[in-house]
């Protein structure tokens, strides 16, 4: 199983960056897709997930900004970010775990939940 994220840079607040995330050996259409992010210092957070029917939900500090789509015939995973803010800056991951995961109403955003993670890719907010 591999995860390739892509699309970080450098933007300045109220900028925008789209985050891909690139899936080979599993398929996102069977499982529960997470965006994390970590900040230095910070623990990782759950930003966003995405269950098989594409239903989503988002934490709260990017709820309206943040937008997480699929495209199943790609197997690509998306974030769109808007309205960046220097908070949001940190690494972002993506990750792969059970359908069930995205069932809870809380805990979904638990790093020890998923299986699979990318390697990352850098957002800075200045």
């Known amino acids: 199983v591999q995860l390739v994220e892509s699309g970080g840079g450098s933007v300045q607040t109220g900028g925008s960056l789209k985050l891909s995330c690139a899936a080979s050996?599993?398929?996102?259409?069977?499982?529960?897709i997470g965006w994390f992010r970590q900040a230095p210092g910070k623990e990782r957070e759950g930003v966003a997930i995405?269950?098989?029917?594409?239903?989503?939900r988002y934490a709260d500090s990017v709820k309206g900004r943040f937008t997480s789509s699929k495209d199943s015939a790609k197997n690509t995973l998306y974030l769109q970010m808007n309205s960046l803010k220097p908070e949001d800056t940190a690494m972002y991951y993506c990750a792969a775990g059970p359908r069930w995961v995205c069932s809870l109403v809380a805990g979904w955003g638990s790093a020890m939940l998923y299986q699979y993670w990318g390697q990352g890719t850098q957002v800075t907010v200045s």
């Open positions: 050996g599993v398929t996102y259409s069977s499982g529960c």
């Open positions: 995405i269950d098989s029917s594409g239903s989503t």
